[in-house]
């Protein structure tokens, strides 16, 4: 039997096996998933996979409140996988959603002894100065500090109470020798991802989080205890959808539970009417309720109906006092290679292009690239490169090409051996020289709005 498949978001390398990531952790394919208006990653299959998805596409489809939620480790520089991201977030910000960005330095202070001051600077004038210079509008924008938005903590901590060690350690793979610090974290990130939510961050809408796969454990965590506080869950039925009642120690009162264990058929029949009436608002009008059993059916509702009759209870379970919380919503991009065909790190400069590099850096770097060429040029003639290896044609392809029939070209010419490793080359130096030159221009002509990110 195959070894199974770990995902590590601090580790240094990860598997590429993605159609395995998608089995093994149950993510979906956006093959068939109808984008409008795709992304040059969605077209090229650089956004692989995604969990709920289609939540935020409707919203988009019917013009309804979404937000993107994104963050940032405020140590190192700025490179270009994290330019990927802020190219996702942009794209959906630009189909109507509302972006909030997390600075992670309470996290960045524990894990890697930055000190706040510090994670605040850099976070300011390192990467949200290339927000601005990419293309993200400051008016639809939130930028906030983990340390200075309590609320983030309180949640985390709130939260805590649904997971234990024993899910963390399956979740993250931790163990006796795990730095609690690395415990504390996921929370806290659950609070970032969830906290946009709440009735004074935007209110309750889909929230997408895009991440590279490696992140995924985070998301996973975070949409269980998002579930896990729910007190109405819709789930498949034998005939269209049901709603299920989660009774817990908080809304055990509200449920018509006394101390005793008694119900109150008063108050639970009070409960199940409030379910039906925010359902039937929903044009819904073959409802069955069963309180005796906890359920309420909808026959007629179908699988695209379940995230419009979540959303109409979940705003019932915050008029009653509850959370309301809605799970969020992920989409995932494949890791782009680091120039010497290892993961991109801030720490290995030799690894990855910094959009602070200037083109004779740049063209030193992609020279001495790992190449997907043969040993010889009569051998490149003959045999054909490997573009799938090839750094600089993964750079075109992620980063610097917009024209899909041009990069299908080359990629042909390469296999080919029409194209040589070092024309290749050549044309990765002359995009990515132009794309950083261009950056840094608009990096300087949008240096006044950078304080406006944060709100």
């Not at 910000?93 to 202070?109: F, H, K, M, P, R």
């Not at 000190?115 to 509008?137: P, T």
């Not at 498949?236 to 008694?262: H, T």
């Not at 309720?289 to 309420?296: Q, R, S, W």
Request: aromatic share 8%.
């Amino acid at each position: 039997m195959d070894e199974k498949l770990t995902i590590d978001p601090w580790g240094s390398s990860q598997s590429t096996d993605y159609s395995r990531i998608i089995d093994q952790f149950g993510l979906s394919s956006l093959d068939g998933l109808a984008i409008e208006n795709p992304s040059r990653l969605h077209r090229r299959g650089i956004v692989f996979a995604h969990r709920e998805l289609d939540l935020i596409l409707e919203a988009r489809r019917k013009a309804n409140p979404f937000g993107v939620l994104t963050g940032l480790m405020p140590s190192g520089k700025m490179h270009l996988g994290h330019s990927m991201v802020i190219d996702q977030v942009k794209w959906f910000q630009d189909s109507g959603g509302d972006v909030t960005i997390a600075v992670a330095d309470l996290e960045s202070n524990a894990t890697r002894g930055v000190s706040l001051e510090e994670g605040r600077k850099v976070a300011k004038e390192e990467y949200v100065a290339y927000y601005a210079a990419l293309g993200l509008n400051p008016e639809k924008t939130s930028v906030y500090f983990q340390s200075t938005r309590n609320i983030v903590q309180k949640l985390g901590f709130q939260l805590g109470k649904r997971t234990n060690l024993s899910e963390l350690e399956a979740i993250y793979g931790f163990d006796g020798s795990t730095n609690l610090a690395h415990v504390q974290a996921p929370l806290v990130q659950a609070g970032d991802i969830l906290h946009p939510q709440l009735d004074e961050y935007g209110g309750l809408r889909p929230i997408v989080v895009p991440v590279g796969v490696d992140q995924d454990p985070h998301l996973r965590l975070t949409r269980g205890l998002a579930s896990k506080t729910n007190w109405f869950n819709v789930n498949q039925a034998k005939m269209g959808l049901q709603v299920g009642v989660s009774i817990q120690e908080e809304n055990e009162r509200k449920m018509g539970i006394d101390a005793s264990g008694r119900v109150n058929k008063e108050i639970r029949k009070d409960v199940f009417s409030k379910i039906v009436e925010s359902i039937s608002n929903l044009g819904f009008s073959d409802i069955q309720a069963n309180p005796k059993h906890g359920t309420v059916n909808i026959p007629s509702a179908t699988t695209r109906d379940r995230g419009s009759i979540k959303m109409a209870l979940l705003q019932l379970e915050r008029s009653m006092g509850g959370y309301g919380l809605l799970s969020p919503s992920s989409t995932y991009h494949r890791f782009a290679v680091g120039m010497t065909g290892d993961k991109m790190s801030s720490s290995k400069p030799k690894t990855t292009l910094f959009l602070s590099d200037d083109a004779k850096s740049a063209e030193k770097k992609i020279k001495k690239s790992f190449s997907g060429g043969q040993a010889t040029i009569e051998e490149h003639r003959r045999l054909g490169g490997d573009p799938d290896k090839d750094v600089a044609y993964q750079y075109m392809m992620y980063f610097f090409e917009e024209d899909d029939a041009f990069l299908a070209e080359i990629n042909q010419g390469y296999r080919s051996g029409k194209i040589l490793a070092g024309e290749m080359k050549q044309m990765c130096i002359d995009r990515a020289c132009e794309w950083l030159t261009e950056l840094s221009e608009m990096k300087d002509e949008t240096a006044h709005l950078v304080d406006t990110f944060f709100q």
